[in-house]
């Protein structure tokens, strides 16, 4: 039996994954705690974990309005969102986050931690050596966030583009959004790091991920762009968890009899405050269409939709297992669990996302050529109509996702990311906990 320490950032697309993860390792019987908010206790005990709380001041209710929160958030998109994000929601927690996983680790020893690159603590538990704090495996709950030669920095959306003139781009993007963009957030973990290990923080904030003993990305090699300068840490486990939808079947299911194409609309649990940034221009843009809308609210109430045309149907959950397989396109804002979920069916995709990640998830979207993105978080009716279409008549799309479909199949999930935890505690026992990390 090992001892699992599990940390996740206070929010749902990151907490969700995780919870696969300690439901997986507490069955087969190893000593689980998960660190995270506390409105996430009883979803973290319901899989046999045991809950530790977050300190106050890194605990905090995704549910909440950001940009009402943060009034100078909702002028902002792309990179400077994001950057906004990473140092408000994601670096300033980080020195409570690392307080509280070294109090876990002090009072029962840990063999590993894993953790989600939101989790910024672990950034700053990287200056311990091996033995002060456990081996540190990264679990990839969005698309990889580290910088490479081969890409553009993570938050502009942009697709890889080849040769020595990709790299000269991606070289000058790095070198303007470090100079422009990320320098308050790598203030703070400068700072942080600093009054934590008395020495200057070794790499970019962003990049942590990168340092850590393992990087266990949750999705396939199809899904990711490729990078040569890929740390040899990097593992692709395939997606990790089902879409914890285990809802029952609406009275309208029999419709979905093959007679038309089925779309299914949502927005998520969290992002769904707003019906016209998604579901609204898709009832609307395709009321005329010979397809059927299958809606997912998310949770609130069917009667808080607009007027429902006459083909489109609606339920606040929906059990993906079944829905799935009977949907010719998916219609998302771009988050990375539910995208990886869809494909797992092969259902190709028509996105739209200008926040958090969903630039980059979309933009993935778009490059493995699993279906269209809409570079905007308020398509039109027309821009959606025109974006399912082209997805339902070109049998491209639907080819590509069975393409990532049968490399989903053959991947094992949490148990590949079970046998990489069992490998590096396997290594860290057999070290006797001597050998200090060292930075490449």
Known sequence: MSSILIAAAPIHGHVTPLLAVARHFAERGDRVRFITGSRFAGSVEATGAE?????????????????HTFPERAALTGTRAIAHDIEHIFVRPGLPQHEAVMAAHAAEPADTLLVEPGFVGGAFLLGHPLGVRPPIVLGGICPLTF????????????????????????????????????????????????????RSIPFAVLDWPRHAEAIVQFTVPKFEYPRSDAPATLHFAGPISASGSHAPLPP???????SRPVVHVTQGTIANRNYGQLIAPTLEGLADEDVLIA???????????????????????????????????????????????????????????????????????????????????????????????????????????????????????????AEIV?????????????RPRRFS
Do not use: C
């Not at 996105?351 to 493995?368: H, L």
């Open 51 to 67: 809950h530790l709380a977050l300190p106050a001041e890194a605990d905090f209710d995704d549910r909440q309005d950001w940009n």
């Open 147 to 198: 910088a490479s030669r081969d890409t553009a920095p993570f938050g502009m959306g942009l697709m890889p583009l080849r040769g020595p003139l990709g790299r000269i781009r991606n070289a000058t993007l790095a070198t303007i959004t470090r100079k422009l963009v990320f320098p308050p957030s790598q203030r703070i973990a400068e700072q942080t790091f600093q009054r934590l290990h008395g």
């Open 252 to 258: 309208w299911w029999p419709e979905l009899d093959r």
């Open 295 to 417: 809606v997912a609210t998310g949770g609130r109430p069917v009667e808080s939709l607009p007027p429902l045309p006459a083909n489109a149907r609606a339920a606040e959950f929906l059990p993906y297992d079944d829905l799935l397989p009977k949907t010719d396109v998916y219609l998302t804002n771009g988050g990375y669990g539910g995208v990886q979920y869809a494909l797992r069916y092969g259902v190709p995709i028509v996105a739209a996302g200008s926040q958090e990640d969903k630039p980059e998830v979309i933009a993935r979207i778009a490059w493995a050529g699993v279906g269209r993105r809409l570079k905007t978080e308020t398509p039109t009716p027309t821009a959606i109509r025109r974006a399912v279409r082209t997805v339902l008549d070109d049998h491209r799309y639907r080819d590509a996702a069975g393409r990532i479909a049968r490399q989903m199949a053959a991947s094992r999930g949490v148990y590949r990311l």
């Open 422 to 434: 069992d490998e590096l505690i396997a290594d860290h026992r057999q070290r006797g906990h001597r």
